[in-house]
């Protein structure tokens, strides 16, 4: 079935600790991006990507770097993890720059401890 | 993207239309009215779009005003699978990769 796959589902994490959260897509979409949810919370982007190469910042990009080495994989890295962390991450794609539906993944819970 | 009002909740029973409204007085002409929902610890599902004509798919209808200031999201026969965070957006065709989530409405589908 095509689309988004997060990895890992769910993780807790020491403070100060590097993570990598991995995200693919079969769908050949160009745009990907990378949003957090914070409990009770909407969405936030943390970072896009229109095509491979490029990259940009979101709302709330700090603590946060992505890469787009290709078009299936957007990884996203959080340095040295900190509390404020703790989220759930969902990873998404587009063909185009928003102009139709975005597919979302099922997401990646984070607990920084 | 111009700001939408939904109300935070609403119920429905199950099987009867749940119509779910969005505020967006100040949208401007080349701006599209999005749909998405969330259900519980999933990630939000697109449902459907669009600019100014009413919009049917396989999961719903989306009946907007000829001022274009709100639109009405409508699930036909709602069943307890459609309890979900329901939003509403609104941002240009082209507008770069900003899709900006609100509170949206929490739809509760009752027996």
């Known amino acids: 079935i095509a689309g988004i796959t997060q990895a890992p589902t769910s993780q807790i994490l020491a403070a100060g600790r590097r993570m990598t959260l991995r995200c693919t897509q079969d769908m050949r979409h160009n745009a990907m991006y990378w949003y957090r949810q914070d409990l009770g919370l909407g969405l936030r982007l943390i970072h896009y990507s229109n095509t491979a190469g490029t990259t940009g910042k979101g709302e709330v990009p700090d603590g946060y770097s992505v890469s787009r080495a290709n078009t299936d994989d957007f990884p996203l890295t959080l340095a040295s993890a900190v509390p404020s962390q703790t989220s759930v991450y969902f990873c998404?794609?587009?063909?185009?720059?928003?102009?139709?539906?975005?597919?979302f993944g099922s997401g990646t819970r984070l607990t920084v401890v | 993207d111009a700001k939408t009002t939904q109300p935070p909740s609403m119920d429905c029973a199950e099987g009867r239309a749940a119509n779910l409204p969005c505020n967006h007085s100040t949208i401007s002409g080349n701006e599209y009215v999005y749909w998405y929902r969330q259900i519980h610890s999933q990630g939000p599902q697109y449902i459907i779009h669009?600019?100014?004509n009413n919009e049917t798919n396989e999961m719903a209808s989306l009946i907007i005003t000829e001022d274009r200031k709100s639109s009405t999201l409508i699930l036909p026969h709602a069943t307890l699978r459609d309890t979900a965070v329901y939003y509403c957006?609104?941002?240009?065709?082209?507008?770069?990769?900003?899709?900006?989530f609100g509170g949206g409405t929490r739809l509760m589908v009752k027996p």
């Open positions: 669009g600019l100014k």
């Open positions: 998404a794609s587009s063909e185009e720059q928003g102009a139709r539906g975005y597919t």
């Open positions: 957006i609104v941002r240009a065709y082209n507008a770069g990769n900003m899709l900006t």
